[in-house]
């Protein structure tokens, strides 16, 4: 998650306001010009998201700064030093400076400027707006000042409930609501906005990442899971207590803290309240804690029983040849370590031969050659593959490295029923042989020219014989989240737009595993892969509707139901589902990846073993 450079998003009072006005951006339109004397900083607050301030020029502006950034969105956080006693006003406030800050923590200034509401990441983004003063006048009138006393976050102060419905009259937007910091969790964040904060020692719930920022809660009992993250279980339990923590000295400068899920950010964590594109209300550290290790460690799967099938998906995350050793020695050791090199593999996100170079290039033999290498080298089997080059830049993902999913095999544990007849653009077929269900093709397409596939990856079918009897498995890659608003959207409940498609295609996969089990009720089928979605969702439910499914996960403890780990909710994103042939069976979400800073996939591996 990037430090956000910008620029330039902010709605100014011309024809911005106007679309704002339009949009539920903003719901008044701006006050009238500042006093000569200059506003206080909670009065250009206000007591709603929206600036009353917004699009006007303001003078006079008196407070201690209490935050500098000079790096990314350059600029620096100042804070009133004669508060009002209304909870839902804040008293600190960003100035933006484009340029490096020529102040100090401890300035007392004067500030001359515009008002502006900024939202991160562009109005498309669907995230709320920052107040901010732009193209400042500063005047540093005292140096060395004491900093205000920080606001005190805690399980106490922060609200179970999330965030207010928008109201219908305003398309759903919240920015005109007044703030009510004590029935809202995002209403009492938002009425810090800018403000000096501070929380204690605190549970980690989203691992360290590549940009230098870590999620923590201040909640410590909401919907933990076993292994110490935050459970997002239901949409309306988005876990309020979830709070993004990025410092403000450079990395080069101070190193950022690295941390797991279920460590602890302990001591004193402090500075501005900000918001950012990635993720939201997020503490701009002056002073930050250091790291207790919770003794996390990656799980590994004990070896199945020889009369057992193993079955696993794993999303490698763009695989391709360009990649270091070390990334295909890791993931190797994730599938003979960590899942005991189970029999069928399907493996997601794998590019083609020259990764995103957008030439033309699909195959993929380059890329599997040396994954099941270093499979060998790890100790594992001699993996064989089956899988369908897709058309060129027709799947999505990166452009360019044409991302597809494969089956990877133990032949020396079960063999694949090849027929030919398979390729991009053709459907395999259910047809009946001997009087039980095959495919017509095998490997091969389900329904490729269905729309729900478009610009997406197409699932691919196999059939698999294990100890003489007939597996079916159907490998996803559903449709990604891209383009959903954020749970903290300035629209409630936030847009998925998503969704739509993915439940298209879950669909057609549901169909076509009726037509498996209407030819034969005892079936072995077995749907799996990154689905891009929850095991609450209506994806899912599309998926499994008439039982023609059932979930693999949905077995497991619900503290222990997640495969992935996003702006500190521990999720479920990737699946396995099994027919009513499928007797029983027993599933594990293969902890080795998400809850980690060191990742070498974002996703958790799942593992599914069943007799048939």
């Keep these: 998650m990037p430090v956000p450079s910008r620029r330039h998003t902010a709605l100014t009072v011309a024809s911005a306001t106007a679309t704002a006005l ?3 951006m903003l719901l008044s339109a701006p006050a009238s010009a500042a006093p000569a004397d200059g506003p206080s900083i909670h009065t250009i607050q206000g007591t709603t998201r929206v600036s009353p301030y917004t699009g006007q020029h303001v003078t006079g502006v008196s407070g201690v700064v209490t935050g500098v950034r000079a790096y990314g969105s350059r600029g620096f956080w100042f804070q009133e030093t004669k508060p009002d006693h209304n909870p839902a006003t804040s008293e600190g406030v960003l100035v933006f400076t484009s340029s490096v800050p020529k102040v100090a923590v401890g300035d007392a200034v004067r500030v001359d400027g515009d008002v502006v509401e900024y939202v991160p990441g562009g109005a498309a983004s669907g995230n709320q707006a920052v107040t901010e ?3 400042p006048s500063v005047t540093v009138v005292s140096s060395g000042n004491e900093v205000p006393a920080p606001v005190v976050i805690s399980a106490d102060t922060v609200p179970d409930a999330f965030t207010p419905g928008g109201r219908a009259s305003d398309n759903g937007y919240v920015n005109g609501l007044r703030l009510r910091p004590t029935k809202f969790a995002t209403d009492y964040y938002e009425s ?3 403000m000096n904060v501070r929380i204690g020692s605190s549970r980690v719930v989203g691992a360290t990442d590549p940009y230098s920022a ?3 809660t201040v909640k410590p009992h909401e919907n933990t899971t076993e292994r110490g993250g935050t459970l997002y279980h239901a949409y309306d339990a988005q876990n309020g207590g979830r709070l993004q923590v990025q410092q403000l000295a450079p990395v080069a400068q101070q190193p950022f803290p690295v941390a797991n899920v ?8 402090e500075g501005p309240m900000d918001f950012n594109q990635y993720g939201g209300y997020t503490i701009a550290a002056t002073t930050i804690g250091k790291v207790r290790d919770g003794g996390l460690v990656r799980e590994s799967a004990k070896p199945g029983a020889d009369d057992e099938l193993s079955v696993a998906t794993y999303n490698v995350e763009n695989l391709d040849p360009t990649d270091p050793q070390e990334k295909f020695d890791a993931l190797a050791d994730g599938v003979v370590t960590h899942l005991a090199s189970p029999d069928i593999v399907s493996i997601e996100e794998v590019q083609d031969d020259n990764g995103a170079k957008d030439d033309g290039t699909v195959s993929a033999e380059q890329t599997l050659k040396k994954f099941t290498d270093a499979i060998v080298a790890a100790g594992g089997p001699r993996y064989a593959w089956r899988g369908i080059d897709p058309e060129n830049d027709k799947d999505g993902g990166e452009p360019g490295g044409n991302i597809r999913q494969v089956f990877l095999y133990n032949p020396d544990r079960v063999s694949f029923t090849d027929r030919a007849g398979g390729d991009a653009t053709t459907a395999t077929a259910v047809v009946e042989r001997d009087g039980a ?3 017509a093709a095998s490997p091969g397409r389900v329904d490729p020219a269905n729309p729900a596939w478009q610009d997406s990856r197409k699932p691919l079918a196999g059939e698999f014989v294990f100890r003489g009897e007939t597996v079916f498995v159907v490998a996803n890659h559903f449709n990604s989240k891209g383009g959903d608003q954020p749970l903290t959207a300035a629209q409630q409940p936030p847009v998925r737009g998503s969704e ?5 295609q879950a669909a057609s996969v549901n169909a076509f595993v009726r037509q498996l089990t209407a030819l034969g009720k005892k079936a072995r089928v077995v749907v799996l892969g990154d689905l891009n979605d929850f095991d609450f969702s209506d994806t899912t439910k599309t998926l499994t509707k008439g039982n023609v499914l059932r979930s693999g996960i949905a077995q497991l403890p619900a503290d222990e139901r997640y495969t992935y780990v996003y ?3 521990s999720q479920v994103l990737d699946q396995i589902l099994v027919s009513k042939g499928v007797k029983s069976f027993t599933y594990d979400s293969v902890h080795i990846n998400a809850e980690f800073a060191q990742q070498n996939s974002d996703h958790d591996p799942q593992l599914l073993r069943f007799r048939p």
Excluded at 500 to 504: E, K, N, S
């Design 22 to 24: 339009a949009a539920g």
């Design 133 to 135: 003063i732009e193209k």
């Design 192 to 194: 810090l906005e800018g």
């Design 214 to 216: 870590l999620w923590v």
């Design 262 to 269: 279920g460590d602890t950010l302990a001591g004193t964590t």
């Design 437 to 439: 269900p095959a495919l």
């Design 500 to 504: 739509t498609q993915r439940h298209a």
């Design 567 to 569: 702006q500190g909710n």
